[in-house]
């Protein structure tokens, strides 16, 4: 796993079954205006107007109520981002460009249509792949009560 991470604050609101529901302070790794940061706070912020909170594994027995830091691998959210916005616009364009010479602009269409559907499923292919991967998971790196 990268030594590198990027970390946030929060408190835990509930517990579940060994997973503890942490409530954020702010959406995101918080590295929104730096060099390498995503800006993926600003989306969040824009969509999203409740609190934000991360499902992640107590295995460092917290309670309801303490206050914790949580970190994630430093550029997972980046390269997250990037998946699930830049390959489908970039699926969807390459369709619609081979599907123009094919059937004019319903082939445009149709295209598409087909990048588009190539693309969900080959997120879907990856996050199935990375849905055990502790390397990809948020996770409890201190806690206070």
Do not use: W
């Amino acid at each position: 796993m990268n030594a590198e991470q990027n970390t946030v604050r929060g408190t835990v609101r509930e517990l579940l079954d060994g997973i503890a529901l942490v409530e954020v302070e702010q959406g995101g790794c918080g590295r929104c205006h730096e060099k390498g940061g995503c800006g993926g706070q600003q989306l969040t912020q824009m969509f999203c107007s409740g609190p934000r909170h991360y499902r992640v594994v107590n295995d460092t027995e917290v309670r309801v109520g303490d206050r914790v830091t949580i970190a994630v691998p430093a550029g997972s959210i980046r390269r997250t981002a990037n998946l699930a916005y830049i390959l489908p616009l970039t699926a969807t364009i390459v369709g619609a460009l081979i599907g123009m010479p094919l059937g004019g602009d319903p082939g445009a269409m149709v295209g598409a249509l087909a990048g588009l559907v190539i693309a969900f499923l080959c997120i879907r292919y990856r996050a199935a792949r990375r849905v055990d991967d502790p390397a990809f998971h948020p996770h409890i790196v201190s806690h206070s009560s």
